[in-house]
């Protein structure tokens, strides 16, 4: 029995995917826009990465003030805030007045929606299902989470190929519709909050990042969501920078890119979704992926094939959804509701955090070198830093 057979959690859960899709076909159309802007990899990656930049930067800070909020008044206010942002890229779209400036900017503030959201979506999911169905709710949940980050640039892909961007932001507006009349409707479960005062804000924040640390299987998780992040999933996330500098600039390539990432991390979220996810298994899985990514990667920066370059592509999407659903799962299944949010937006921060981080340093070396040098380097250099670390966190 999954969560799935639980009506409130399935309406939930249809309709947040569909709301998280248009947040990640917004990034890769503010991204591909950027590039037509400036053909410039550093903007390209600047503007496609400052959606997730503020949740690697602020969300332990957020999660600390999320634990006492009420979960359905910040999840309405923030959706309906993202909703107006996604309008107003749209907006701006239709009247050809965008610069690069100004899609920093939306994305920069929608980045800080998101990091302020995704403690509170981390915790929503627990408030919605009684606890028999809570591990079946945590998985799917981080499922729909993980694989949104990469089937939705498909989609951006498939819409700017075969519409326009003006109907690609407008799409990505509307999807965040669905989900605000559900959440003024659902019943939700009280739970445990520790009401935590003012004064004692980073007692508490020092608190969630002493357990992440304290706690093995947490710490060692953490490790592998930033090797992965920084070294082969921030080459994922600025497939317009990619499809910009190595395949000819061309929409029809980026929407064949953006749509294998997307295959593959559909294929990992139906596996995940239909196994018994037990955080013995889900260790033994993450080691393998991460392989597979360093593989895929330093594959990429050796050829300009489109099709070699789809098929790593969809590798990548598959072992990097792998490694993203196990350790938020892992972590979920270890923590309690009075230390969810706070130990769960370490992993947000950490995975975020590195990604951006590594997606920049990418798109600053593609300035001064061809990308795939840099494409080429990361894996090797993230192999050596797990291998030489990993023991330690174990």
């Known amino acids: 029995m999954t969560a799935l057979s639980y009506r409130p959690f399935l309406a939930y859960f249809i309709t947040n995917s569909i709301s ?8 890769i159309g503010v991204g591909w826009l950027t590039w037509n802007l400036t053909e410039s990899t550093f903007w ?45 890229v749209w907006y701006l779209q239709l009247l050809e007045f965008h610069t690069v400036y100004s899609l920093a900017l939306l994305s920069i503030l929608h980045g800080i929606l998101s990091a302020m959201y995704h403690p509170v979506r981390l915790v929503f999911v627990s408030v919605i299902v009684e606890k028999n169905l809570l591990g079946s709710a945590i998985g799917l949940n981080s499922a729909s989470f993980n694989a949104s980050r990469v089937i939705g640039p498909s989609l951006a892909g498939f819409f700017i190929f075969f519409f326009n961007l003006e109907k690609t932001f407008l799409i990505s507006a509307l999807s965040y519709l669905p989900l605000l009349p559900f959440l003024f409707m659902v019943p939700l479960r009280l739970r445990l909050s520790s009401k ?38 921030g080459i994922l996330e600025i497939q317009p920078t990619i ?12 929407s064949i890119i953006t749509a294998t990432a997307g295959i593959g991390a559909l294929f990992s979220s139906i596996w995940m979704s239909v196994r018994s996810l037990k955080k013995m298994s889900l260790t033994k899985i993450l080691f ?10 330093l594959l990429m920066g050796l ?24 350790t938020q799962t892992i972590i979920q299944l270890e923590v309690n509701d009075k230390y969810r949010a706070r130990v769960l937006t370490w992993w947000s921060a950490i995975s975020f955090g590195s990604l951006t981080l590594g997606g920049i340093i990418l798109g600053i070396a593609g300035e001064f070198f061809p990308i795939k040098f840099g494409i080429i380097f990361m894996p090797i250099i993230g192999f050596i830093i797990y291998r030489y670390f990993f023991g330690k966190f174990n």
């Open 20 to 27: 998280l899709l248009g947040l990640w076909i917004q990034k």
């Open 44 to 88: 390209t990656s600047f503007v496609t990465l400052a959606l997730m930049a503020p949740a690697g930067i602020l969300g332990p800070f957020f999660a600390v003030w999320a634990e006492n909020w009420d979960m359905r008044k910040a999840s309405i206010i923030l959706k309906f805030l993202m909703f107006i942002l996604a309008s107003l």
């Open 196 to 233: 935590n005062q003012e004064n004692n804000f980073m007692k508490n924040f020092k608190a969630g990042l002493k357990m992440a640390i304290e706690t093995k299987v947490i710490l060692s998780s953490l490790f592998i969501v930033f090797v992965n992040a920084f070294f082969v999933r």
């Open 243 to 254: 499809a910009g500098e190595m395949l000819l600039g061309s929409s029809t390539n980026l």
């Open 288 to 297: 393998p992926m991460l392989i597979f990514g360093f593989i895929s990667s």
């Open 303 to 326: 050829t300009g094939n489109l099709i070699f370059i789809s098929v790593l592509f969809l590798v990548m999407g598959f072992s990097t959804t792998m490694i993203g659903i196990s």
